[in-house]
């Protein structure tokens, strides 16, 4: 695992993180009063965001086993980790392909404090933690870490899940995610989930404002800005849709799926 040792007293408690805000609406308890307050605000302009959570979850799993199994995937990149909620991506990954490789990576020092739950492979696999941001892509390609883990002449499935939405339009998030994906092997993949406009006057504005307010910023995208991360690839069916409507498991969950509307758009492609 790369990167310092943080100290409880090194983890700033003084400002919410989206990380620990997320592992609330997921009702983990990893997180602090700072962040359950900003949630909290949050929950009461947009009271979907449990359910969004939630679903954009369930699609990280769903869409980790599609890649394991029908696409025959063994190597995982996860960016934007966020807190370990089990099932993580590496269990689910091995639970189909036992010898999966995982590498995470976050740059939150809570997430770093936890690794070691994601370290905890089947004896046939292999995981990794590399602390480090989205912003700044070529550290994480070229972490000895993720050398010494994944082999980057084979396809590896990349997972950017609910993290994009913090990357400002100054920060170039189009070609943060070119570069990751132009740094893997063909017949790679890329898995995506992005936080959309609510069409509802107000909701989106109002969230926005609490996150930046906080020290956040976060920026919803319209499904067609959305879609632009995966120019160049092979969008698998049924391409880019709510994250819930992605491959549902079964006609009840479908059912489900299509009489809710949740903001936030999800989709997997592959490099050709």
Same mark, same amino acid.
């Given at each position: 695992?790369?990167?310092?040792?943080?100290?409880?007293?090194?983890?700033?408690?003084?400002?919410?993180?989206?990380?620990?805000?997320?592992?609330?609406?997921?009702?983990?308890?990893?997180?602090?009063?700072?962040?359950?307050?900003?949630?909290?605000?949050?929950?009461?302009?947009?009271?979907?965001?449990?359910?969004?959570?939630?679903?954009?979850?369930?699609?990280? $799993?769903? @869409?980790?086993?599609?890649?394991? +199994?029908?696409?025959?995937?063994?190597?995982? %990149?996860?960016?934007?980790? /966020? *807190?370990?909620?089990?099932?993580?991506?590496?269990?689910?990954?091995?639970?189909?392909?036992?010898?999966?490789?995982?590498?995470?990576?976050?740059?939150?020092?809570?997430?770093?404090?936890?690794?070691?739950?994601?370290?905890?492979?089947?004896?046939?696999?292999?995981?990794?933690?590399?602390?480090?941001?989205?912003?700044?892509?070529?550290?994480?390609?070229?972490?000895?870490?993720?050398?010494?883990?994944?082999?980057?002449?084979?396809?590896?499935?990349?997972?950017?899940?609910?993290?994009?939405?913090?990357?400002?339009?100054?920060?170039?998030?189009?070609?943060?995610?070119?570069?990751?994906?132009?740094?893997?092997?063909?017949?790679?993949?890329?898995?995506?989930? $992005?936080? @959309?406009?609510?069409?509802?006057? +107000?909701?989106?504005?109002?969230?926005?404002? %609490?996150?930046?307010?906080? /020290? *956040?910023?976060?920026?919803?995208?319209?499904?067609?800005?959305?879609?632009?991360?995966?120019?160049?690839?092979?969008?698998?069916?049924?391409?880019?849709?709510?994250?819930?409507?992605?491959?549902?498991?079964?006609?009840?969950?479908?059912?489900?799926?299509?009489?809710?509307?949740?903001?936030?758009?999800?989709?997997?492609?592959?490099?050709?």
């Amino acid at each position: 695992m790369t990167g310092n040792r943080f100290r409880a007293d090194e983890i700033d408690t003084s400002k919410p993180h989206s990380a620990r805000m997320y592992d609330y609406f997921l009702g983990g308890k990893t997180h602090y009063a700072v962040d359950t307050h900003a949630a909290e605000q949050v929950e009461a302009v947009w009271p979907e965001v449990k359910p969004w959570t939630r679903a954009n979850r369930s699609f990280m $799993h769903r @869409a980790t086993r599609w890649l394991a +199994g029908e696409a025959g995937i063994r190597q995982f %990149l996860d960016i934007g980790t /966020g *807190i370990p909620t089990e099932p993580n991506l590496h269990q689910v990954a091995q639970e189909v392909a036992p010898s999966s490789r995982v590498v995470y990576a976050d740059n939150d020092p809570i997430v770093l404090a936890y690794a070691q739950a994601l370290l905890l492979s089947t004896p046939e696999g292999r995981t990794a933690y590399i602390h480090a941001d989205v912003s700044d892509p070529r550290a994480i390609m070229t972490s000895e870490d993720l050398a010494d883990t994944l082999d980057l002449s084979q396809p590896i499935a990349l997972s950017l899940n609910a993290i994009m939405h913090f990357i400002s339009d100054e920060q170039k998030p189009y070609e943060i995610v070119r570069h990751l994906v132009e740094s893997l092997a063909s017949g790679s993949y890329l898995v995506l989930s $992005h936080g @959309a406009l609510d069409p509802r006057p +107000g909701v989106s504005d109002a969230v926005t404002t %609490l996150y930046r307010s906080s /020290g *956040i910023h976060v920026q919803g995208r319209t499904q067609e800005q959305i879609l632009r991360f995966f120019d160049g690839l092979e969008l698998i069916d049924p391409g880019v849709v709510m994250p819930h409507r992605w491959k549902p498991g079964s006609e009840e969950a479908r059912a489900e799926a299509e009489a809710e509307e949740l903001w936030i758009f999800a989709g997997v492609a592959r490099k050709p």
